[in-house]
């Protein structure tokens, strides 16, 4: 393939020339023809025939267009303002999981005030809000800051390959069915944890004998009705809990069937005070007062829960108990055998899911399954549930970087054996980050704070002349260590081998919480555990 040489500026991609290089045979291949950005190459009819186009080199390419990305883009355009970048998106849409999912009452589980993007403030009543007004927040807040010109919907990226020799990353992009090239000298892969083309594979037995419909959360079915059918819900996670009251108010009758309690937590769906402060204030200082009291409180929260899991415990077993109805007995249905963090919290807004459950026709049942018959579930007990619809929250497929393993120097390199650079680079990865949010707290303030921290590295590695930079551990072996995020949630267990380590020693430790995390960012070192 033939290459042109690239500047590395805001416009490069705008100048560039394509070079199309029809498939012969061996070194018979040969350049077909050459376009200038004016002009459009024509189709091929032959099916042999394989397009590859060599697009421009950047400074920073982003992988992904949601929240953590567009976030990404903002702090690039205004920390780094002479630095290109651009964003590849392989979905049709930005909005990531906003844009994904569509299942019936898809909301956030965390307050917008803190969920939401630092610098654009949550102008809605709702806190806890719907999924389509999420995804309209991003649009907005990428169209607002002309972050969305720097978008190429439907790249998704391939392949990664760092050169050492060329200093810079290679990224093979698929567009419709259109191979495509791109440089960079940075990336950052904000592409989240999981897979978007497939779920966790649950061994439900005997699911193949079910006559009626199964539907899964991820590929929800746009003209699934649900009205007066029975319907089970397997799983007891955040998806099982934001569905059954949703689904509840038309389907005849729903049974949540889970094998294990979860903790499950009522807040408020809008907040008074924030209400108040918008009543009474400009909205940028209003947002300001109320991000910092949120973050406060939620870092009370989460750190006392953390620090004293057993009182913890007590008091989310106490709130759950006043909400419930007689007729579910919590000490069965309600009572985790982990401590609060072990795995996510659930949050239901204004306590629907408990308000559903005094429904007659909401239950929960919990067993595990013998198998699935014609028209239900038989539990281990030997309860029948009868069932029109089948509908399995039994979790997500982890991965990182988008699935793709990078290929350093020819050599690919296996995620689950790296160990995490300060919850944001991989040893032996040079000049990249993956953005990942808390798990324990609201996702985009780790995936800020890892954003500026890439940032804080880029900086340093031109201040002193650098061009690349490396977590190097001084050890290889991994028996010593543990997986970066370390929930006991089946889908975390399962995905263990996947993820980078960690020893919980600095600089190799994963995501802490917001106000570590940033003291680290102004008086952590970027030197220990990076080569240069």
């Known amino acids: 393939m033939v290459r042109d040489q690239y500047c590395s500026t805001h416009n490069c991609h705008k100048r560039f020339r394509f070079y199309i290089k029809i498939g012969l045979p061996s070194r018979q291949a040969r350049v077909a023809r050459v376009l200038t950005n004016k002009g459009k190459p024509k189709t091929m009819n032959n099916s042999s025939f394989r397009h590859e186009l060599t697009m421009g080199e950047y400074d920073f390419i982003i992988i992904g267009a949601g929240l953590s990305g567009i976030n990404a883009a903002y702090r690039l355009k205004t920390q780094l303002p002479d630095c290109s970048y651009t964003i590849l998106e392989a979905r049709d849409e930005i909005g990531g999981t906003w844009s994904l999912f569509n299942f019936p009452g898809v909301r956030s589980d965390s307050e917008l005030t803190l969920f939401g993007l630092p610098w654009r403030p949550w102008i809605h009543e709702k806190d806890m809000a719907e999924g389509h007004l999420i995804q309209q927040y991003i649009e907005d807040a990428a169209r607002a800051e002309g972050i969305d010109k720097k978008i190429q919907l439907k790249h998704k990226v391939t392949a990664v390959s760092w050169s050492s020799e060329e200093q810079r990353w290679t990224l093979t992009v698929l567009a419709d069915d259109l191979k495509k090239e791109f440089k960079a000298k940075f990336i950052i892969a904000c592409s989240g944890y999981y897979d978007y083309t497939k779920p966790l594979k649950a061994e439900i037995p005997g699911i193949e004998n ?6 899964h959360p991820q590929f929800w079915p746009k003209d699934l009705d649900y009205s007066n059918k029975r319907v089970i819900i397997i799983g007891s996670g955040a998806t099982a809990v934001t ?26 769906a809008s907040s008074a005070l924030g209400g108040w402060l918008r009543n009474h204030f400009p909205e940028r200082v209003a947002h300001s007062i109320n991000w910092w009291l949120s973050l406060a409180l939620e870092y009370f929260f ?19 108990k006043k909400q419930l109805p007689d007729k579910i007995d919590m000490n069965v249905h309600f009572n985790p055998r982990y401590m609060p963090f072990d795995q996510r919290l659930c949050m239901c807004p204004d306590g629907d899911f408990f308000k559903a459950l005094h429904q007659d026709n909401c239950d929960v049942v919990t067993d595990h399954i013998e198998t699935v018959t014609a ?43 790296c160990y995490s650079w300060r919850g944001t680079m991989l040893s032996g990865v040079p000049n990249a980050g993956a953005v990942i949010g808390y798990t324990t707290s609201s996702w985009t303030l780790g995936a800020d704070a890892s954003t500026k921290l890439l940032i804080k590295v880029w ?35 399962t995905a263990r081998s996947r993820l980078p380590r960690i020893t919980g020693k600095s600089p190799w430790y994963g995501r802490k919480n917001t106000v570590y995390d940033h003291v680290k960012l102004w008086f952590g070192s970027v030197t220990k555990g990076l080569k240069y």
């Open 302 to 320: 989460v750190s006392v829960a953390l620090s004293f899991p057993k009182l913890a415990r007590k008091h989310i077993m106490h709130e759950m």
């Open 243 to 268: 569905l059954l009251p949703t689904i509840a108010k038309t389907a005849g009758h729903v049974t949540m069937l889970q094998r294990s309690p979860s903790y499950v937590l009522s807040l408020p």
């Open 375 to 417: 028209d239900g579930i038989v539990t281990k007990s030997g309860v029948k549930l009868e069932a029109d619809i089948i509908v399995t929250a039994t979790g997500l497929y982890l991965h990182l970087l988008g699935g793709i393993n990078p290929i350093v120097d020819g050599l690919p390199v296996d995620v689950g054996t």
């Open 210 to 215: 079910f006559q009626g419909i199964v539907a």
């Open 459 to 493: 900086k340093h590695m031109k201040k002193i002349g650098a061009t690349s930079v490396v977590p190097v551990h001084p050890q290889q072996d991994v028996s010593s260590s543990r997986p970066v995020v370390g929930h006991s949630s089946t889908y975390f267990v």
